[in-house]
Every structure is written in C-alpha cells, then in structure tokens.
C-alpha cells in the first residue's frame, strides 16, 4: 500500500474510532447537590438549532429558578461558532443543542470541545443507539405529496425520482446548508445493497453501475435529474402543498410541516410504504460545553430536556419524539410514535456520516453542476 493512502486510512480509522469510543458521563449522581448548585449558578447558556429552546428555560426558571439564556442559530452555524471560540479560549457556553452530525462526529466530540452526559436515572431507560452521544429529541424527514391532487402518494419507490416523469418535480432543503440532507445520502450510499434491490423491484432488472455502487448511482441520477433547492422545510411544504396545482411536486420535509394545512390551508400528505425507505429520521444531541462555566445548570437542563415537562416544548407537535418512551407525543402524528417511524425511516449514524459525509457532497456538487 502506498504511504499516502496508507496514511489516509490510519487517518479515518483514528477519527471513527474516536467517534465510536464516546466517554458516557453517566455515574450516580447527587441530584439533591446538583440542584443546589445549579440554583446558585442561576443560569445556563445554551445554543441550539431550535428556538424552543427558550420555552424549556420557561420550565427551569419556574421549578428550580435557574435563567436560560438561548441563542438560535443554524446547524452548520453553531458548530462553527463552538469550534471558533474554543480555539480562541473562550468558554462563555454551557450546553447545546446540535443536529450537525458531521460537525459533532469530526469536530465537536474528536476534538473533546463538548462532553456527553446522560443523567443515571435515564441509562437504562433510553434505547442504546440515542445515548452515544445523547440524543433526546427525534424528528421525522419524509416524503410528503400533495393530497388535492393526488389520491395517494404517486411514488412508491426512491428510484422513480431519478425517472423523467420527476425531472424538475423533487424539491428538497439544500444539502448544502443542510447537514442532515448530506447524511442522509451517506446512508444511501451505506445501504447500497438495499438501493440495488430497490432499483430491481421497480425497474424488473439488475442495475447498471457508472459509480461504485447503487447508492452512489442513486445520488448521481438524482443529482442530474434537476431537483430543486430550498433554503428550508417550509419553503418545501409550501411548494407541494400550495392548493390549485394540476401536476405538483413532491418533496422531502419534516413531518411537522403537516401542521401547515391547517395555519395556511395547504394539501399535504406523508407518503407510506416507499421502497426501501419512508426518509430519516435525524437526532437532536443535547451536549454539555467542555469547561462550562454553569456545568450543574447544565446538567439539569439535561436532565429536564428528558422529562416530559421539558421536551414537550417539541412534542406537543407533530413530528416530534422525545427519546425516552416514557413521554408523550402529539396524538395526531401519522402512523404513530418512534417505534413506528424507527421502521419507517431510516436512522442517521455518527459512523456513516463520519466516514462518507464529506465525499458525498462533493460528489452531490459535481453532478448537479
């Protein structure tokens, strides 16, 4: 093996294997002094990718009266900021909320610029595959169809949008402003086995490579087949649910856009039963800032994001599932819990976006352009 490539895949192996070898702050703990001194702390700094944020301060301020003061900033945007800042010194943060999966698998945690903390009582509550790192919030990204002018979902199988009858017709958030997008077609890639099955069972033939596997060969179909970018899930929704279209599009959004139809009377609906997959489901990772200035606030921030009362800020609505079972959802999601979306929609894994994440957007850019 050349030096060169030898020294590339000494290189990956390392960063997987920091990514795979997570150290779970998880000891019993002292709540009763964890409370006490997160009062005396009396605030916790917080940035996140969601605004709701704000309402779980509303939760921490009335039961324990600790302040929460949040910053909301995009995905891609957070990450950078915490890699900034902590290459400047400056530790002013003590917890965020990320759905960056590349920038949490190679920057944030190889890096040690964040910590994983799991409260005790939750280890053995939350499913293994959420607590490395901690993930407590889960939400649905699907294919959504408009249901004025469709009985049913049009499409039952991911490779129909790579055919003429959807050239210009898919519409998607902008992978590249879009981290969990590009994670997304790193498990396409991943799963190569079950897109060249996918592509047998809608075509009647085996398929015929140009790339290295399906996966790849999706990606680049896709690619060519002139999808349209967005800069988010609802200008997806409002694409494809805008009432009085003959021949609308179909798109890839999150499952709390349906909430659309009744605040702006759009026709959306969730397609079932797609070939090999429904979409993702993408996580949300509540860490802890390494050297936080507030680290007992934060970890009862934590701890609360857990609770019913906390993450209810999300669950309340449509398209959100808290990762301990034991918490409520919006009755009126369709199909039901994460049990059910768990095995509907694929799961975006630290690993594969650690390992593919990279090269599949270059390789998105090169072939949409």
Sequence with gaps: MKKGLWLKVSLIFCLVASVLTINTLAASENWNQIIANAKKEGVV?????SGRLSRVGDVMKAKYGVEVKHAKMSDMELTERIVREKE???????FIMAEDILGVAKQLLP???????VPDMYVNVIDKDYLEPLVFLVQPRTILYNTEAYKKC??????ELTTEKWRGKVIIRDPEITSTNISFFAEIVARADEMAAAYKKYF????????????????KRLAQNKVVTVGSDDDVA???????????????????KLRLNEEQNLALGVAEGIVPTNGYHYPAYGLIVSNAPHPNAAKLLVRTLLEDEGVM????????????????YNPDNPFGGLNVWKKITWPLRLNVSAQLSRDVLDFWILNRN
């Design 238 to 256: 409002e694409a494809v649910g805008t009432r009085g279209q003959s021949a609308p599009p179909i798109g890839f959004s999150t499952v709390g």
């Design 45 to 49: 700094v917080t940035y996140g990718t």
């Design 111 to 117: 890096l040690r610029y964040v910590e994983n903390f």
């Design 313 to 328: 800020a999300w669950t309340r609505d449509m398209g959100n599932f808290s990762t301990n079972p034991n918490n409520s």
């Design 88 to 94: 400047a010194g400056i530790n002013t943060v003590d």
């Design 204 to 219: 009647g033939q085996e398929i015929k490579l140009t790339t290295p596997n399906a996966g790849w060969e999706f990606l």
């Design 154 to 159: 049009p499409v039952t199988n991911l490779w």
